[in-house]
């Protein structure tokens, strides 16, 4: 008999969640089996027809599936960095379905924490129960789960402090306004002060975008509706103003990549594709060095 797919969280941003579990999948990236369901399949097809019907009036839209696979790529080469200079522990927040915790604890000796809202972190473990191989994922002692809202989180009390940390942000940054912005941004580097660690995010700051026509005023304002009310953060943040909250912060090391500046060797795919995609990335020195 098929396996029987869980009850879906309902509104609010964990919807966002099913709509990336579906650009996991789509891109075929290692884990995405485990968190595709009949939901993920159904709101990454009806996300994809709303903004195919909005490319018919805007001429060269930036797509969005393309470009979350490339800041998918481009956040896996930097957890390859950090693994690569000694970081033992990954805290992946906002979670949601990502898979990238599934294939590195098949691959690497790291301690791997996903944080998330609990109806996301339940969501998840109840795709994993449908079948052995889930099971087993869910049964590794190097990969946990832990329900939180980051909106104000201590992460220390969390998580602990143990060992270099690189701490993972993906799809999060564009939901929160400046202070809040920086608010997580100083409770990151109070986690990672103590060993020291990393810390990687996605995040194209407003004001270098172009100013919204009204398609993409329009699909704000469905974004708003099917995320319940909890759309982007319309803040006229701008690159240096993040690379500023990071040193403000207490990281050095700081840096931002567009897709089309990371090293070759990452491989980041669909550089012929418009997208709009950003990382961060900056370093904390431990507190003793
Ligand atoms: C766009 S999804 C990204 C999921 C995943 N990082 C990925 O890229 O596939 C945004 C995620 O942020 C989570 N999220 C949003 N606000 C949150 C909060 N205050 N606390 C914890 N998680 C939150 C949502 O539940 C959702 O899983």
Known sequence: MAPVDPPVPRGGLPVTALYTAGVWAWSERPGADRYASVATRRVFGTVEGVLRI???????????????????????????????????????????????????????????????????????????????????VSARPTLTRLPADLRGADLVDLTGTDGPTMVLAEGLLMYLD?????DLLHRIAARLRPAGGWVAFDYVPPADKPPPGWVARLLGAWMRRFTGGE?????????????????????SEVRTLAPSDAPDAWAVPHLDTRTEQRVFTARMAPEDA
């Open 54 to 136: 909005a490319g018919w009036f805007v001429r060269n839209a930036p797509s969005l599936r393309h470009g979350l696979v490339q800041r998918h790529v481009m956040l896996d080469a930097l957890v390859h960095e950090a693994l690569a200079q000694g970081a033992t522990t990954v805290l992946e927040l906002a979670a949601g379905l990502s898979p990238r915790g599934t294939a590195f604890t098949a691959t690497h000796d790291v301690a791997w924490t996903e944080v998330d809202l609990p109806e996301v972190v339940s969501y998840k473990a109840a795709l994993l129960a449908r079948d052995p191989q889930g099971q087993a």
């Open 178 to 182: 400046d202070a809040a912005r920086r």
């Open 231 to 251: 759309g982007l953060a319309e803040n006229p943040t701008s690159q240096a103003d993040v690379l500023d909250d990071l040193r403000s912060a207490g990281f």
